[in-house]
């Protein structure tokens, strides 16, 4: 293509210098003709108008044209036009065009020929009775390098009766015409060349421009901008083609789908520059590592493909799957910083997995999806099975769009009790995902796929509006719990969203509590505090969730006063061990909250055991399932709510150990799984 673009900008030049030096030599022809047409004017009139002076001053010219000699008058005007710089002769002709008479400068002499001489151009004059004028160059023998002779026939009696020519010297004239004329044509034809050339070197420079810009038309039609990778369009048609002849090849072709993990870490901790510069980089190792005739491509965000062409054995397409995962998870250094990621890999071969291109990329992707199932940084190849998943999880997404759409999720929701006098408090809203045949679909399953759908942020509003709806229906003194997902605080507007919902509504702000897990405070914490400030300000009470299984939860306890503190259910599960590890730790977390002036709850209680043990550290608050089941709005009526509370003023029963009568045991049904 470069050579092609090169060879017409050649012949556009070729052709340009072709025309300019037309123009340029038509130029200078158009001016040297003028130029000449202007000195032999000049020259003519010249020489006539010194041949007239002659018959004006000689008044016997008849008579010398008779053959007598001039008289003394003519012979002094003679004398006198022999020292004129310009008239270098002076010649007198018979009517016959036979010379009489010669006065010559050079020779300083006016002399009566002996021996006429015949002069054309003297008998021409004397026959037409008109002048005859010209130029000539010089010969030789004393003449000028150029001159103008003009014949003029003498008139007498309406007849011809001699001829008068005169010789008038033009060199120097010829000389100064010529210098104009150089000077003239060489400015008009830089004119013509600048009027011509600038035009046209704008024009080629555009034309220039024009093929750059469609040649970059071209390339990125059928390449990647960031990386320089191919692109999908021109993998696809790469694919068929090498799937056209696959046929024919003893060996098969193998498809990697590489997707980089939390690459959206990168973009938000270190900015897009960081994450540009990483695809980049990676770009360049896929294309350091792979052979002539494989082809490496960027599907878009942080998804590669990577054809591996003459396969034999699977073995072959696993060891360059592990060798692109190697140079991917390499670290990069990006402004001093450095970046370290990991990669899944999803493998599909051809011809097994796929005979067109649509199916092996859509096998590709599935293995990648099982590799990201499956704890990601590792290599999984296609497997027939996985298009179950598939249809499973197509049928799961269309299941939350139409919810989102239609709002049809459902809430349950589970008490919340005080630990010491088992008073309720409120309860936590819970969300559930309803099938077509009634079955209810818990978060764990279907929020992971809602978030990657970006669908996360809708649901949650859903949440926070029906949960706010439904708490306006109980007592006053009853509180209601939402979580509260990162993606929504990643909008900036968590603050206006709980505001406008709570105006709608017409909640108190006293009765919502809003909770947040540490993996919110971890994107753009300062501008997360802000909202969180905003929505205490408010009168919403704002809850750390999951409390103690972070890495940074201190950090966030002072960086923040938060009005409760929610310790995971994880160290109910704990309690009873050898060590009493996790009771020592809960307690302690109960003391920290307590000095920090902030609430403590602890969730998961499901025995009577741990609901002692509980009370005997004084927590503030409990929930699980030994208090109480989710339960859907519905089934939330004042009787019910009077039933929890006498059953949480109830002593724990003689069977300690074991879960209430009055609940369900706790493997009947996955513990409560809360909104994230």
């Keep these: 293509m470069a050579s092609l673009i090169g060879s017409s900008a050649l012949r556009n030049v070729a052709s340009f210098v072709a025309v300019l030096c037309i123009v340029l030599g038509g130029t200078w022809a158009v001016v040297h003709l003028t130029t000449n047409h202007l000195l032999y004017g000049n020259a003519t009139a010249a020489a006539r108008s010194w041949a007239q002076f002659l018959t004006v001053n000689v008044t016997d010219l008849g008579q010398i044209a008779a053959g007598e000699k001039p008289s003394s008058a003519s012979m002094a005007f003679f004398a006198h036009a022999q020292k004129s710089d310009q008239v270098f002769r002076y ?401 900036g507007n968590v603050s206006s969203v709980v505001a406008g919902v709570l105006a709608e509504t017409g909640l108190a702000p006293r009765r919502l509590e809003i909770e947040i897990t540490e993996t919110v405070l971890l994107h753009n914490s300062e501008t997360i505090i802000a909202e969180l400030h905003a929505l205490r300000s408010m009168g919403v009470a704002v809850v750390m969730d999951d409390f103690g299984t972070g890495y940074s939860s201190l950090s966030y306890l002072w960086r923040f006063p938060f009005n409760k503190i929610k310790i995971d259910r994880s160290f109910a599960q704990g309690f009873g061990g050898a060590t009493r590890e996790a009771e020592t730790v809960m307690k302690t977390i109960i003391a920290l909250g307590r000095e920090l002036r902030m609430s403590v709850i602890v969730e998961g209680i499901e025995t009577s055991d741990q609901a002692s043990i509980v009370e005997d550290a004084r927590s503030d608050q409990v929930q699980g399932f030994f208090f109480g089941r989710p339960l859907p709005a519905s089934e939330l009526a004042a009787g019910l709510l009077a039933d929890f509370q006498r059953l949480a003023q109830a002593k724990p029963s003689a069977d300690a150990g074991h879960p209430s009568s009055d609940c369900e045991p706790c493997t009947s049904e996955l513990p409560a799984v809360r909104h994230a």
Excluded at 108 to 122: G, K, L, N, T
Excluded at 455 to 484: F, Q, S, Y
């Design 91 to 491: 010649e007198i002709y018979d009517r016959s065009g036979f010379s009489l008479l010669i006065s010559d400068h050079d020779h300083d002499r006016v002399a009566i020929v002996d021996i006429s001489d015949f002069s054309p151009e003297a008998a021409q004059s004397a026959k037409t009775g008109q002048p005859v004028v010209g130029t000539k160059e010089g010969k030789g023998s004393g003449q000028p390098a150029f001159f103008a002779q003009a014949f003029m026939p003498v008139m007498a009696d309406g007849r011809v009766i001699a001829v008068v020519a005169a010789y008038v010297d033009q060199t120097e004239q010829r000389r100064s015409f010529s210098q104009v004329f150089l000077i003239a044509a060489a400015a008009l034809c830089l004119l013509t060349g600048l009027s011509f050339a600038v035009p046209t070197i704008a024009w080629y420079r555009r034309t220039r421009e024009k093929q750059i810009a469609d040649r970059r038309i071209r390339y990125l039609a059928h390449h990647d901008a960031l990386t320089g990778l191919v692109n999908r369009a021109q993998l696809v048609d790469i694919l068929e083609k090498a799937l056209a002849v696959l046929p024919l090849r003893q060996a098969g072709m193998a498809v990697h789908f590489i997707d980089l993990d939390r690459f959206k870490e990168v973009n938000d901790t270190l900015g897009h520059d960081a994450g540009d510069f990483l695809l980049k980089t990676v770009a360049e190792r896929l294309r350091a590592l792979i052979r002539i005739n494989d082809v490496a491509a960027r599907l878009g965000g942080d998804e590669f493909v990577v054809i591996q062409n003459r396969v034999g054995e699977r073995r072959e397409a696993e060891e360059l799957a592990q060798r692109l995962l190697t140079a991917v998870v390499a670290p990069i250094v990006f402004k001093d910083q450095e970046i370290v990621t990991t990669a899944s890999v999803g493998i599909a071969m051809a011809p097994s997995d796929g005979t067109t291109s649509e199916r092996l990329l859509k096998s590709a992707d599935l293995a990648l999806y099982a590799a990201k199932g499956d704890g990601r940084h590792c290599i999984r190849f296609f497997a027939p099975e996985m298009d179950a998943a598939l249809q499973t999880r197509l049928a799961l997404e269309k299941l939350i769009r139409e919810a989102v759409l239609h709002g049809r999720f459902v809430l349950h929701f589970q008490p919340v009790f005080e630990a010491a006098g088992r008073q309720l408090v409120g309860f936590e809203a819970l969300i559930r995902l309803p099938t077509e045949d009634g079955t209810l679909i818990p978060p764990l399953m279907f929020l992971p796929v809602a978030e990657d759908m970006r669908l996360i942020d809708k649901v949650g509003v859903w949440v926070l509006r029906e949960a706010c709806r439904t708490a306006t229906t109980w007592p006053d003194h009853l509180t209601v719990a939402v979580n509260m997902s990162a993606a929504q605080f990643e909008a």
